[in-house]
């Protein structure tokens, strides 16, 4: 028997060790210790950390490394962002735009990040980015899946245009239905932008994923009519709230309803850590709040919870290279979400949770999958998300797309060994005597 490809001796994410990955026609074929065959390329993962690739369920692909045009932001809050994107809209270029997301596309892959799901703004009544994603969604096809969100993001109600541009972005091929219910001008607007946009995914047979309660007032409502409507209008499983950072500061009380209507409606929930950590707070003096949503929470009641990136050098926010372990990282800090398990969690939330809210087929390490993986110079999956390590080998449909060089540090230091080893810094779980 002959493979395309087998990968040696990988660690899986759930902890496996010693397995060999044997992969043909685009596809695994199989995953056990030793496989006894043939293989056009083979490779020595060394017992490193062999994963799915990342995912990313949120992004703005149409801003993205747009940072400093035609100013930057100065306060730091979403609203300014959000006007300063204005100001920008209207000097984007198709071509601009299709350049910046292919160049971020390549860094995605760089680091292994092989789906994103990015909003794309139709509130320019000339859709120029709607058309210029769509190209770049053929484009990428062979090598990153690229999901579409028709977001309105001057309000669905608030924008005169957005419901026409709504539609014909949706007629053009965009595949999930999006909102932004805190930015139209009333409580009741955006609770019935909600359910006019559950109603057209409803109709069209389509995904919801709307930017919901991204605010620090502990009474906007819009995931709870998320909710509801996903309930009324049988959309269970196909609809995601991002950001919801309004929870952070919600009564107790209150969200102790809120969740149990959420998993009765097969709600996810989509966080933002990085963007949240910066953009929230920004009107409080001290303390000041982090406004990431309730991520231990969500995940006790048993509602997927995933991490996005959002944001990389655009309007709102000047940081980020496309690395989900570093969305990871910032989730596990702000949530203290530090105990092994939440931190085995959050790696998952960036590779099977968000696959699975994507819709991914055939995605995962198992036979039958398609065979896309990353091999990662990290142990495991908290090493993962401490180091955010090199990505050794970026690996879609069975051939290698990137590879980079491990990174070895020599060490010029009397009567110390000659090279940094990160693995020695590994904890001994359950070791009986600390030393
Ligand atoms: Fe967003």
């Known amino acids: 028997m002959s493979f395309d490809l087998i990968v040696r001796n990988a660690t899986l994410p759930d902890g496996r060790t010693g397995q060999d990955i044997a992969c043909t026609a685009g596809r695994i074929a199989a995953i056990e210790p030793r496989i006894e065959a043939q293989a056009a390329r083979e490779i020595e993962a060394g017992g490193q950390l062999v994963s799915p690739p990342f995912v990313d369920c949120h992004f703005h692909m149409d801003a993205t490394l747009s940072l400093g045009l035609p100013r930057m932001n100065v306060s730091g809050t979403l609203l300014e962002g959000i006007a300063l994107w204005g100001e920008l809209k209207p000097l984007l270029t198709h071509e601009a735009v299709i350049e910046r997301a292919l160049r971020y596309c390549d860094l995605a892959v760089s680091q292994g990040l092989l789906a ?15 058309e210029a994603l769509k190209e770049v969604q053929a484009k990428v096809r062979p090598y990153l899946d690229l999901q579409l969100v028709a977001f309105p993001q001057d309000g669905y109600y608030r924008s005169p245009t957005a419901a026409a541009n709504l539609a014909r972005a949706l007629d053009m091929g965009v595949e999930v239905v999006g909102g932004i219910p805190h930015f139209e001008r009333t409580m009741a607007d955006g609770a019935a932008s909600v359910r006019a946009l559950c109603e057209i995914a409803a109709e069209r047979g389509l995904l919801v994923d709307m930017h919901c309660d991204e605010t620090d007032d502990p009474l906007s409502r819009h995931v709870e009519t998320l909710a509801f409507e996903t309930q009324r209008l049988g959309l269970q499983g196909r609809v995601a709230g991002s950001h919801l950072t309004s929870m952070h500061s919600m009564d107790n009380y209150y969200v102790s309803k809120l969740m149990p209507l959420m998993v009765e409606a097969g709600v996810a929930a989509i ?44 309007p709102w926010y000047s940081l980020g290279q496309a690395d989900m372990l570093e969305v990871a990282s910032m989730a596990v800090h702000v949530g203290h979400l530090t105990s092994r398990e939440a931190m085995r969690a959050s790696f998952e939330a960036v590779t099977t949770v968000p696959a699975a809210i994507l819709g991914l087929a055939d995605y995962g390490l198992a036979p039958g999958c398609h065979s896309d993986m990353v091999i990662l110079q990290a142990a495991d999956p908290i090493e993962a998300i401490r180091m955010k390590p090199v990505r050794l080998a970026v690996i879609r449909r069975g051939r290698v797309i990137a590879e980079t060089m491990p990174k070895v540090t020599a060490l010029r230091l009397d009567g110390r060994p000659d090279m940094v080893d990160p693995a020695a810094y590994a904890p001994r779980e359950g070791a009986a005597t600390p030393s």
């Open 271 to 314: 966080a933002n850590p990085l963007i949240n950590i910066c953009i929230q707070g920004r009107h409080d003096s001290y303390p000041k709040r982090r406004g990431m949503t309730r991520v231990a929470e969500l995940r006790d009641m048993g509602i997927p919870v995933a991490f996005g990136h959002d944001c990389v050098m655009d």
């Open 116 to 130: 994103i799901r990015s909003h794309v703004d139709i509130c320019d009544d000339r859709l120029l980015a709607v």
